[in-house]
Nanobody, 122 residues
Framework: QLQLVESGGGLVQPGGSLRLSCAAS????????IGWFRHAPGKEREGVSC????????NYADSVKGRFTISRENAKNTVYLQMNSLKPEDTAVYYC???????????????WGQGTQVTVSS
């Protein structure tokens, strides 16, 4: 069974950092682009970042450029999202998913994990 599991969320003060992990089981991530998405109450799910299968290409939403860094460790079948300089508006449930294209459009991705809550508040 294909499964992605996100972890690393939590409560952090503005300006703080978190590192999210997306671990795969039942399949290898090597051949897939991986996207990180977030869903805040009252808002549409939005693409945050994605990384190509090789890790050589990355994309970021304008709202997180310069603050978030996506990376992958195929040997560990895991993708990471390092989030620095967090802002209250980053508060959301964060999900990872697999895809074949670097679009950051939720409809182009599948095998969604259950999500991990990130709350940025003082």
């Amino acid at each position: 069974q294909l499964q992605l599991v996100e972890s690393g969320g939590g409560l952090v003060q503005p300006g703080g950092s978190l590192r999210l992990s997306c671990a795969a089981s039942g399949f290898t991530l090597d051949y897939y682009a991986i996207g990180w998405f977030r869903h805040a109450p009252g808002k549409e799910r939005e693409g945050v970042s994605c990384i190509s299968s090789s890790g050589g290409t990355t994309n970021y939403a304008d709202s997180v450029k310069g603050r978030f860094t996506i990376s992958r460790e195929n040997a560990k079948n895991t993708v990471y999202l390092q989030m620095n300089s967090l802002k209250p508006e980053d508060t959301a449930v964060y999900y990872c998913a697999v895809g074949f294209r670097m679009t950051m459009r939720p409809g182009d991705f599948s095998s969604w994990g259950q999500g991990t809550q990130v709350t940025v508040s003082s």
